[in-house]
């Protein structure tokens, strides 16, 4: 008898330490695996991008630079429009991005005469990290910029709205949680927490056997973020009870429609204020193809801009050599991309002008 239990002891021994170091190895492949995913972000080499960067704007567009502190990192920001006095937009953008990549976006909000705080997040362009750590940091980064709206002078007497896309537009909605005084919101292609986003990722990457990763992910973010690690969106809205505007693409390759999307999490949403935009026509119903014009769509079907360049990162392993890059961007009209729908634009302006205070 005594034999038996202590064979059955070891056995249980046995399979506890199989799981401990299972786990820690899985920790240490999860905590690799996003550092290299949330890897610090340069600007881009204007030769290697379509969109317009700053030095195409900079005559007509002047800009004043600010920092503010986000944990021990200094973010760099610009306020765009400073002689606007509509209202103060404050623009948080996407996962792999900088700010410039949407000054599509922010200079023709100016020129409907809104006043834009855009800033590079944490491991982004201009600011300080070794990288953008994770999809909490993005609500945590638009906290700080909302604190230093508040207390700068040139900014702290305006009404306030929030814009953001993907890892900003879930920021622009979770940020709700938090206790500003926000006008409106609009959330571009935003998910709904870190965690559904996250393993929505690992079963694309492993199928059904990323479920095996789910508590290791959890943990994760849990140790990297604490109380920040668990912000959801739906829950910010229905906090805020102000309006919001839920914008995503029915074939969003990103973030599903269907499941991590804020607009996934539409039946949970009370807040009767919330008006949802679903864009489902084919070549602007993605990521961000909607920002762009019907005729961008047709070109880049005609001339397969977005089935080229999966080629070269094939090809290429994802390291397309600089003259590749260079002659592949060099084949774009990059006054039609550059170019940005105007009702697309007219749909936000709206909606904030909607809700002036």
Known sequence: ???????????????LVFL????????????????????????????????WMYDHYENEYPRESVEFKSGENTLKGF????????????????????????????????????????????????????????????V????????????????????KYVLGHSWGGYAAAAVLNFDHDIKACVTLSGYNSPFEQLTEACDEKYGIAGKLLYPIIWTYNKVTFGKDSS?????????????VEVVHGTEDETISYEHSAI??????????????????DEGRNGHSSY??????????????????????????????????????YSSIDKELFNEYDEEFIDMI?????????
């Not at 786990?23 to 080499?45: H, L």
């Not at 912000?231 to 309006?243: L, M, Q």
């Not at 607009?263 to 489902?280: C, F, G, L, Q, R």
């Not at 302006?349 to 205070?357: M, R």
């Open 349 to 357: 302006d709206d909606f904030f002008n909607e809700n002036l205070k």
């Open 231 to 243: 912000w959801e969106a739906a829950k910010g809205i229905n906090k805020s009870g102000i309006p």
């Open 1 to 15: 008898m005594e034999k038996k239990k202590s064979k059955k002891k070891k056995v249980v021994l046995i399979v």
């Open 20 to 51: 401990i170091v299972s786990m820690v190895i899985g920790y240490v492949i999860t905590a690799s695996q996003m550092n290299k995913n949330f890897c610090r972000i340069a600007y881009p080499d204007t030769q290697e991008t379509a969109y």
């Open 291 to 328: 920002f762009q014009t019907a005729e961008y769509a047709k070109y880049e079907a005609e001339n397969r801009i977005d089935e080229r360049l999966e080629e070269l990162e094939e090809k290429y392993d994802d390291k397309i050599p600089h003259d590749e890059l260079v002659e592949y």
């Open 79 to 138: 306020i765009y429009g400073m002689d606007n006095d509509k209202g103060l937009v404050v623009f948080a953008h996407g996962i792999g991005r900088v700010h410039e990549r949407y000054l599509g976006i922010i200079i023709r909000l100016v020129d409907r005469g809104w006043r834009v705080l855009a800033y590079d997040a944490t491991g982004c362009g201009y600011s300080e990290g070794d990288g953008s750590k994770g999809l909490a940091q993005s």
């Open 140 to 159: 945590i980064d638009l906290d700080k910029a909302l604190d230093f709206a508040e207390s700068d002078s040139r900014l702290k007497d305006m009404n």
């Open 263 to 280: 607009m996934a999490h539409k039946d949970e949403i009370t807040n009767p204020n919330v008006k949802y935009v679903t864009y489902s």
